[in-house]
């Protein structure tokens, strides 16, 4: 499928005044709130388009299997820096970059945003627009590309996206101990703030976990440093923290995501904890009622959402929520695409 043939299916929908329903791999349908809409599927707008290693580069069309990105990345020795969650193994890049989420390594290397260089989208005035570029210094635009990164289709359809890529690391080791919450949040912030090629910091609610990652010469001498045991299997438990594998993720009902800054001292809200991101990322399971959780939050600074098996709409202040209105307005007219996806205002 081409681009044309999915601009005249919105062209159609323009005419009608029939709202879509963007959808491909479905891999992340629980963060999605009820939409209206026939189905406009992009699953078979896929393939990459060019990537050189050398330039570190990668463009490639929305429906592109996130699996088939890796691999072409890991046979050059490259990566996907933001290490994105799959959540299963239909995920695609428009999907990744259009909930604009990002793994362990985000506090280190930068979330999926920040690694947009350019795309092609097309609107809900069925016109097709490029944005950005395939270099860093090219800012025709870069900001409208990093806007549709955790958009959720509300703008419009991603046609093709243009990645920076980096190399993967040469080596990697994970250090573990055992540890509560508060010196956790300690020891997780000291990584944030001193030169060490800690790339991954989470503590499982009984253990603090730092993966330590670079050249082996880099390596080795932080390790040195970093008190612990060696975590056997590291790249099982960071795959599984990223993609919510883990016995922690097992429970059952909602699971809570928070974000903090990585400082912030241990909450008091009754459940069942596990920081990533240095900290700055906290996941809560808790039976106490939504609206207690998130007053708790706020007076931290921070801010929670219905992560699974709750409602994902997280209120926004009035003047965000009108920003998020004019962004609407602008894009998408006539609510073409993903009618029903809004947040709520305080």
């Given at each position: 499928?081409?681009?044309?043939?999915?601009?005249?299916?919105?062209?159609?929908?323009?005419e009608?005044?029939?709202p879509?329903?963007i959808?491909?791999?479905?891999?992340?349908?629980?963060?999605?709130q009820?939409?209206?809409?026939i189905a406009?599927?992009v699953?078979?707008?896929?393939?990459?388009?060019?990537?050189?290693?050398?330039?570190?580069?990668?463009?490639?069309?929305s429906g592109t299997?996130?699996s088939?990105?890796?691999?072409?990345?890991?046979?050059?020795g490259?990566?996907?820096?933001f290490?994105?969650?799959?959540?299963?193994s239909?995920?695609t890049?428009?999907?990744t970059?259009?909930?604009?989420?990002?793994?362990p390594?985000?506090?280190?290397?930068g979330?999926?945003?920040?690694?947009?260089?350019?795309?092609k989208?097309?609107n809900?005035r069925?016109?097709?627009?490029s944005?950005?570029?395939?270099?860093?210094k090219?800012?025709?635009?870069?900001?409208?590309?990093r806007?549709?990164?955790?958009s959720?289709g509300t703008l419009g359809?991603?046609?093709e996206?243009?990645l920076?890529?980096?190399?993967?690391?040469?080596?990697?080791?994970?250090?573990s101990?055992?540890?509560s919450?508060?010196?956790a949040?300690s020891i997780m912030?000291?990584?944030?703030?001193?030169?060490?090629?800690?790339?991954?910091a989470?503590?499982?609610?009984?253990?603090?976990?730092?993966r330590?990652?670079?050249?082996e010469?880099a390596?080795k001498?932080a390790?040195?440093k970093?008190?612990?045991d060696?975590?056997?299997?590291?790249d099982v438990f960071?795959h599984?923290?990223r993609?919510?594998t883990?016995?922690?993720f097992?429970r059952?009902?909602t699971?809570?995501?928070?974000?903090?800054k990585?400082s912030?001292r241990?909450?008091?809200?009754n459940g069942q904890?596990l920081?990533?991101?240095?900290g700055a990322?906290?996941?809560?399971?808790?039976?106490?009622?939504?609206?207690?959780?998130?007053?708790q939050?706020a007076?931290s600074g921070g801010?929670?959402?219905?992560?699974?098996?709750?409602?994902?709409?997280?209120?926004?202040?009035?003047?965000?929520?009108?920003l998020?209105?004019r962004?609407?307005?602008?894009?998408?007219?006539?609510?073409?695409?993903?009618r029903g996806y809004i947040?709520?205002?305080?």
């Open positions: 499928m081409d681009g044309i043939s999915l601009q005249q299916q919105v062209l159609q929908a323009i009608d005044r029939a879509l329903r959808t491909a791999g479905g891999s992340k349908s629980f963060l999605e009820k939409t209206e809409g406009i599927d699953n078979a707008h896929r393939g990459i388009i060019e990537y050189d290693p050398r330039e570190l580069v990668l463009t490639a069309r299997p996130l088939d990105i890796e691999n072409a990345l890991a046979a050059s490259q990566m996907l820096a290490e994105p969650p799959h959540f299963g239909a995920a890049l428009g999907g970059i259009s909930t604009g989420l990002s793994g390594r985000r506090p280190y290397s979330s999926a945003r920040d690694f947009v260089l350019g795309c989208m097309l809900g069925g016109e097709i627009a944005f950005g570029g395939q270099v860093m090219n800012v025709a635009g870069y900001d409208v590309s806007l549709l990164a955790g959720h359809i991603l046609l996206i243009s920076k890529v980096l190399p993967r690391p040469a080596s990697s080791i994970t250090v101990r055992e540890c919450k508060g010196d949040i912030s000291k990584f944030l703030s001193r030169p060490y090629p800690v790339d991954g989470c503590h499982d609610g009984e253990r603090v976990h730092l330590i990652s670079g050249s010469q390596v001498e390790r040195s970093i008190p612990g060696m975590l056997p299997d590291a960071w599984g923290l993609e919510q883990l016995p922690y097992h059952p009902g699971l809570y995501r928070i974000a903090v990585p912030t241990p909450m008091h809200i904890w920081f990533d991101w240095g990322q906290r996941w809560l399971y808790s039976v106490e009622d939504t609206e207690t959780i998130r007053h939050v007076l801010h929670v959402t219905a992560f699974r098996n709750g409602s994902n709409s997280t209120p926004l202040t009035p003047p965000l929520f009108a998020h209105q962004l609407k307005a602008s894009f998408d007219p006539l609510e073409i695409f993903n947040f709520k205002t305080l």
